[in-house]
């Protein structure tokens, strides 16, 4: 279908869909943010905290409550990035949404100084995301998913979108009208081709869930697939929360690999880079990755890399030895047996293939970005593309489109290719989503439609 088959004048009625009742919100919004994670409660508090507070806004979030990787909570797990990278603090340092003011709000501001550290544990960054959640949960519509958008055309432009929403536990459809789309979906996570999960086939970002269903029956063996922070973090979890049950980490390289963050290597990550790399051409984009891929991907902190160590070393002293690596080696096939999971594992440096049956497998092999397409619909034609397929995305993180189209598309995250390794990161986001916001309030005048 073309871009002009995407373009729809919707007439607003109530009738009955295959889906459930449908209604139409007539008033319009000007900013409908797609999720609800830490990218669009960043949006939120850039919002409030910009000139343009007034703008009527609107998030709509899957998940039944607010939730930023409930699954990987681990008890100890530490953020891989500065307190002062949340949700304001880097583009406003007194922002009532920083960090903190989370601490001083707690009453734990003067114990958190004294610990002299810059990276929380994952469960306290988790409370301080959902505190600040809190403070907008009237602007969020939870339990609820986008299913796609159609055009509105005024004339020959397409002035909003009719975003198209269904809950979750009902299946009830209604739509909401907006003139700017902010979408934050977040990851996907990934499995290996071919392998899906099951009750005793995990992948990493729902580990504490899948742990809280054992319901009492406690797993023997355990295989960990992954060399990055997270499968680290879950052999470090299940060697210690499983006693007497034995861990064995299949590993791809020879062995962990810390991860690259000296301060020259961090830069990476500053703002200042995103707009470096913004600049650059396709093939000093492909090196940057190439030279800095170390400071993100499959990579671990050198903290826990070294507890791990410490404790094989233990159990080569005294026994008995729970925790195994298996070095440069790839699971190729996975089978569900009457006795547990079958796993055909490559051992690469042996040029042999070895079948190990385990009681659960858990892969911590990451994730895909998020697939903007999927949440845009029939709007997506109306998106330009590169020769390689991928979405056209300004520095103002605003999709390009068709010249007729005046409603703003806008992504938080899924542009690693063009703005660079923290498109996806915590790192950014207080300045990502300010200048979201100073994008779509300046194309809100009627001198700003036509902004380069």
């Not at 009738?15 to 009742?21: N, Q, S």
């Not at 007539?26 to 900013?31: L, T």
């Not at 830069?267 to 993100?296: E, I, L």
């Not at 498109?423 to 036509?450: C, K, M, T, V, Y």
């Amino acid at each position: 279908m073309g871009a002009a088959g995407a373009v729809q004048a919707v007439r607003h009625t109530d009738r009955a869909g295959e889906d459930g009742p449908v209604g139409t919100d007539d008033a319009g919004y000007d900013v409908l943010g797609v999720g609800f994670g830490p990218a669009n409660l960043a949006l939120a508090v850039a919002l409030r905290e910009h000139p343009w507070r007034d703008a009527k806004t609107t998030f709509i979030e899957r998940q039944p409550r607010f939730g930023w990787h409930p699954g990987m909570l681990i008890q100890d797990a530490t953020m891989q990035v500065s307190f002062l990278k949340d949700l304001a603090t880097l583009r406003n340092p007194v922002s009532s949404c920083g960090y903190l003011s989370y601490l001083h709000e707690r009453g734990r501001l003067v114990s958190f100084v004294n610990q002299k550290d810059f990276f929380p544990t994952r469960i306290e960054y988790h409370d301080y995301l959902e505190w600040a959640a809190a403070k907008f949960a009237g602007m969020v519509t939870y339990g609820t998913e986008v299913v796609g958008a159609t055009a509105v055309q005024e004339g020959e432009d397409v002035r909003a979108f009719d975003v198209t929403c269904r809950e979750v536990a009902t299946g009830r459809v209604t739509t909401r009208r907006t003139r700017n789309l902010v979408i934050a979906t977040g990851l996907v996570p990934r499995m290996p081709p071919g392998i899906t999960a099951s009750k005793r086939v995990w992948h990493s970002s729902e580990l504490l869930h899948r742990v809280a269903g054992l319901d009492g029956r406690e797993p023997r063996r355990f295989s960990v697939v992954g060399a990055g922070q997270s499968a680290a973090e879950v052999v470090a979890y299940l060697h210690s929360a499983f006693p007497r049950a034995e861990v064995t980490g299949v590993v791809p390289r020879y062995g962990y690999i810390p991860a690259d963050d000296s301060p020259f290597a961090n830069q990476v990550f500053d703002p200042d880079a995103m707009d470096d790399f913004y600049q650059s051409p396709p093939g000093v984009k492909d090196n940057f990755y190439a030279y800095h891929a170390n400071t993100n991907y499959a990579v671990v902190d050198l903290e826990l890399i070294n507890d791990l160590y410490r404790r094989m070393y233990r159990e080569s002293v005294r026994g008995p030895r729970r925790l195994t690596m298996l070095r440069m080696s790839r699971v190729k096939e996975v089978a569900e047996t009457r006795n547990g999971v079958l796993l055909r594992i490559t051992r690469e440096m042996a040029d042999r293939t070895e079948e190990h049956t385990v009681d659960v497998v858990v892969f911590a092999t990451g994730y895909e970005p998020m697939d903007a397409v999927a949440a845009l619909g029939p709007v997506a034609s109306l998106c330009k593309r590169s020769s390689s397929g991928a979405l056209r995305v300004a520095r103002d993180h605003r999709v390009e489109t068709a010249s007729r189209v005046r409603a703003g598309i806008y992504l938080q995250g899924g542009t690693e290719h063009t703005h660079g390794i923290s498109a996806s990161l915590l790192s950014n986001i207080s300045g990502r989503a300010w200048d979201i916001i100073e994008s779509i309030a300046f194309r809100q005048r009627p001198s700003g439609s036509h902004r380069p």
